[in-house]
């Protein structure tokens, strides 16, 4: 959903011609990234169109709304959406099977999201 905004045009350049792929295959610096409000108002455009085109009825969607707050673990991978989430060794045990998920997993209308 972060990428939807863009048009690709994809390129073939040979390895001999690509200069700056060593500079972008190094470990990037930890900082954070201005938050992109056009990109989020898109998304969240995005997704209300996905949710009301559901093919569920609106109270199986408040059910599935209610679960989900009531489930702890999906509470904190909640505020891990809504707050950045942290380092992988920081993480609660039983948060740890969802780190390699974590840039498919959004937040929005009260619902996590799986892309």
């Keep these: ?6 048009n690709y045009e994809i390129k073939y350049i040979p390895g001999k011609d690509l ?3 060593d500079a972008l295959s190094r470990s990037p610096i930890n900082q954070s990234v201005p938050h992109d ?3 989020s108002s898109e998304v969240e455009a995005h997704v209300y169109s ?6 569920i009825k609106d109270s ?5 709304i209610k679960q989900q707050e009531a489930d702890n673990i ?8 809504i707050n950045n989430w942290p380092e992988k060794s920081a993480l609660p045990i039983e948060i740890l099977p969802y780190y390699q998920y974590r840039h498919e997993i959004s937040y929005a209308q009260n619902l996590l999201l799986k892309d």
């Design 19 to 21: 200069i700056p792929a």
């Design 1 to 6: 959903m972060r990428l939807m905004r863009y």
């Design 37 to 39: 409000y056009e990109l």
């Design 74 to 81: 999906l509470q904190k991978i909640k505020q891990y959406c």
């Design 50 to 55: 996905i949710i009301g085109n559901l093919p």
């Design 60 to 64: 199986y969607l408040q059910e599935i």
